[in-house]
């Protein structure tokens, strides 16, 4: 059977694929994306019940790759964080007003990011969505990689991008497979009705099995994400609604107001690992078939879309010079430049649960007199921000509100 040609081939159009799909469109080269899932199916597992936090970098590429003004239509600003530690006095408190920026975040449901990201695909002409369809099996040749997929179509480029979630065969196939640890606890996700307006301000707050976040939303809503044991997450996710306010009321307190509504409620896995190398032979890996995280500080997918940038940066030099973009020098220079930051940002989340789901002797008081340092010294407070806001270290040119490949 004859492979249809094209510049690029995505396995995987959620949030990371379809991104990359809208930052190398505009580039005027032939890309396909392959996804499982029909655009508007309701169990694609990318644009589901989750809603994330955003940094002010994320924003920026998704201005850059024509997709804010939708996506912002439901997106709420961060413009403060509280943070504290339950049965501690211990707080620190965030501001925009530290930084002078506009917001710290944004808050967007996952399934708004979806339906942007797939209008925008409809709107470039050049990239094609093979869905719903699944990728099933590589062949490499020397100059070019064939995905062949269930239905038995093949599609063949010259770097196959690996953008499936860590979900499909190809990882290992490609060498490439996400070896994960599995926190014993599970994520909690619900969108939760407040008595109180909530002033745009996020709460982490610590408990002894991990973190509870309540992220703002429109209508005195608020996005839940809660660490529990793995039994006591499956019984709340299924209790009644008063009971599961009232369980939610004790955990948090009244900081927000009374917990008034809970919409539907569903539990995550949580796991952590990388990839030590995101990239074999014509093959590299982005978003969570790269790298996961723990969601405790809301940076999983700015880390993937960071992916998104840096590679639709490395892709418009290479095409722009006429080289082999699937070449092994090549991507050993985008995974430099991606691997210092996953590493940093995987045991800063690593950390983060580690010191606070920790009952060894005066770790408590340890973590109270931190917090309290950190809201009384203006540069930890900024130092914090600016890694919270994706600002921190050197940024791709769609991070900077410019074109990938723009001269710099
Ligand atoms: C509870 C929770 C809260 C979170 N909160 C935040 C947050 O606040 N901020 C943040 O930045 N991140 C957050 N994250 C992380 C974020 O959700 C992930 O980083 C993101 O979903 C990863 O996107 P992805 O596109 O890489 O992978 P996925 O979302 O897994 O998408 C993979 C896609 O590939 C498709 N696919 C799979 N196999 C195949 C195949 N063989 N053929 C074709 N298609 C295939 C799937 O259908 C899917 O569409 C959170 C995660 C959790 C669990």
Redo the contacts with the bound molecule.
């Keep these: 059977m004859n492979a249809a040609d094209f510049d690029l081939v995505i396995?995987?159009?959620?949030?990371?694929?379809?991104?990359l799909a809208c930052a190398v469109g505009t580039l005027g080269r032939r890309v396909a994306v392959?996804?499982?899932?029909a655009m508007d199916d309701e169990r694609?597992?990318?644009?589901d019940e989750?809603?994330?936090?955003?940094?002010l970098a994320?924003r920026r590429v998704f201005e850059g790759i024509g997709i804010w003004d939708a996506a912002s239509a439901d997106a709420c600003a961060i413009d403060s964080i509280h943070i504290s530690d339950r049965g501690r006095l211990g707080a620190a408190r965030l501001d925009r007003r530290h930084v002078g920026a506009e917001a710290l975040g944004y808050?967007v449901p996952?399934r708004v990011l979806g339906k942007a990201l797939n209008q925008r695909i409809g709107e470039l002409d050049n990239v094609s969505l093979h869905?719903p369809?699944?990728?099933?099996r590589i062949e490499r040749h020397d100059t070019a990689i064939t995905v062949h997929?269930?239905d038995g179509a093949a599609l063949r480029a010259p770097l196959l991008v690996l953008?499936?979630?860590?979900?499909?065969?190809?990882g290992r196939q490609a060498g490439l497979g996400l070896e994960c640890r599995h926190y014993p606890q599970l994520?909690l996700?619900a969108i939760v009705g407040v008595s109180r307006d909530h002033g745009n301000r996020a709460y982490e707050r610590f408990t002894e099995h991990g973190p509870l976040?309540l992220?703002p939303l429109s209508d005195r809503r608020m996005?839940l994400?809660w660490t529990l044991p793995e039994a006591r997450a499956r019984a709340l996710c299924d209790a009644d609604e008063r009971i599961f306010l009232d369980a939610l009321q004790a955990g948090f307190g009244d900081r927000c107001g009374r917990f008034v509504r809970a919409g539907n409620r569903r539990a995550?896995?949580?796991s952590i690992g990388h990839l030590s190398r995101p990239a074999s032979v014509r093959v590299v890996a982005?978003?969570?078939?790269?790298h996961?995280?723990h969601?405790v500080a809301?940076?999983?997918?700015?880390?993937?879309?960071r992916d998104v940038a840096e590679l639709a940066d490395h892709l418009a030099e290479r095409w722009r010079d006429g080289a082999d973009i699937g070449a092994a020098a090549g991507l050993d220079v985008y995974c430099d430049r991606r691997l210092a930051q996953t590493r940093r940002v995987s045991r800063f989340t690593d950390g983060l649960i580690g010191l606070f789901t920790s009952s060894a002797p005066g770790i408590g008081s340890l973590r109270a007199a931190g917090l309290n340092l950190v809201d009384l010294l203006p540069p930890a407070k900024r130092f914090l921000l600016e890694r919270t806001m994706g600002r921190h270290g050197r940024l791709p040119r769609l991070a900077r509100g410019l074109a990938p490949g723009a001269p710099r």
């Design positions: 396995a995987g159009g959620g949030l990371a694929g379809a991104s392959i996804e499982s899932f694609q597992p990318s644009f989750r809603t994330i936090a955003l940094t994320s808050v996952t869905c369809a699944t990728a099933e997929t269930a953008a499936d979630g860590g979900r499909s065969p190809l994520a996700v976040a992220l996005a994400a995550y896995p949580l982005i978003g969570n078939a790269a996961v995280v969601p809301g940076q999983g997918f700015n880390l993937g879309l």
